[in-house]
Nanobody, 124 residues
């Protein structure tokens, strides 16, 4: 059991950067692999990035590879998503998710716990 709360969303211009945070509460945060997903209005919830329990390995969706970086600080029970070179198509509600398995899964249905989401808006 883990509870997740995202923060850091906001309104930015194309080309700007933004860092999202996901704070976790509950037992043994380090036992969970973590991921970020995003969902725009009328669209499916898409995979953005994932990270293993120790933070040693990461995976990214094709549309964000080279621009976004996922990281975690297990001492702070927090996972981050650094977003650089933002594009209008990056605008969405961003969700943090936790997985009790090994990690790096790309389907939303593989994740056990979810945060409430944080809105990212990118103007052109």
């Amino acid at each position: 059991q883990v509870q997740l709360v995202e923060s850091g969303g906001g309104l930015v211009q194309a080309g700007d950067s933004l860092r999202l945070s996901c704070a976790a509460s509950g037992r043994t945060f380090s036992n969970y692999a973590m991921a970020w997903f995003r969902q725009a209005p009328g669209k499916e919830r898409d995979f953005v990035a994932a990270i293993t329990r120790t933070g040693g390995t990461t995976s990214y969706g094709d549309s964000v590879k080279g621009r976004f970086t996922i990281s975690r600080d297990n001492a702070k029970n927090t996972v981050y998503l650094q977003m650089n070179s933002l594009k209008p198509e990056d605008a969405a509600v961003y969700y943090c998710a936790a997985d009790r398995g090994y990690g790096l899964r790309r389907s939303q249905y593989d994740y056990d716990y979810w945060g409430q989401g944080t809105q990212v808006t990118v103007s052109s």
